[in-house]
């Protein structure tokens, strides 16, 4: 298992509050308050371990599926349904949205392989990840892929309550693979995939995904 660089800055930070907290309370204390300095030792440690497995990436075999749009990432499906976008888009879609916990990988992955014709962030609000509204008011990246054939598919990268810093690496013009790199969203939210209405879609509300792996929807 491997750590994601956007865990460099967080993971420094968190580590040097563990070595401040612990030498102070190590200088300060008295040894007869043992059991306090154990306690802040124990939780400083579970604390910084969290921040460390957040920024896990394991080791997976993701295969490409060029008949299929695999999810964006890890978490639970909590939206499917038809929508009217509010961008790029003037007809109907097919939305359907993974929420990611705290404790899920936030690697956020290609869905398919195509050419990315639309990148647009959006400021705005940090409502909970699975709330109706935040997919058109909290603070997002979305990024449409374009297939050979014309096909399209805009992934949505949703920041939640938690969530303060949404990082995508692609540029419009660029070839993305399937599978490979999107972006990452630091600490809680959810990604939308909105499909064309006609694809069949694989996955059920309440189920668990793994970015690169679930078959999302086939195409028809």
């Not at 102070?24 to 802040?40: E, H, N």
């Not at 809680?188 to 064309?196: I, Q, T, W």
Request: hydrophobic share 40%.
């Amino acid at each position: 298992m491997k750590l994601h660089r956007e865990g460099q800055g967080p993971i420094t930070f968190a580590s040097c509050i563990f070595l401040l907290c612990n030498g102070i309370l190590y200088t300060l204390l008295s040894s007869r308050f043992w059991y306090l300095q154990v306690f802040i030792l124990v939780l400083t440690t579970v604390l910084l371990g969290l921040v460390i497995f957040f920024f896990r990436i394991p080791k997976r075999n993701m295969q490409k599926k060029e008949d299929s749009i695999l999810a964006p990432c890890d978490g639970t499906v909590v939206v499917i349904e038809e929508v009217e976008p509010d961008e790029y888009f003037s007809e109907k879609r097919l939305q359907v949205s993974v929420f990611m916990s705290v404790l899920n990988v936030h690697v956020n992955l290609n869905p398919i392989e195509g050419k990315v014709v639309y990148s647009r962030y959006h400021k705005g609000k940090n409502l909970v990840a699975w709330h109706p509204k935040s997919s058109t008011e909290n603070e997002r990246h979305s990024v449409v892929y374009q297939q050979a054939d014309g096909k399209e598919v805009l992934a949505k990268q949703i920041a939640g309550a938690l969530a303060n810093r949404i990082v995508n690496y692609l540029e419009i013009g660029q070839l993305a693979e399937q599978t490979q790199e999107m972006g990452f969203i630091k600490f809680g939210s959810r990604v939308d995939v909105l499909l064309p209405l006609d694809c069949t879609v694989k996955v059920q509300l309440g189920e668990k995904v793994k970015g690169g792996i679930t078959t999302l929807a086939d195409w028809k």
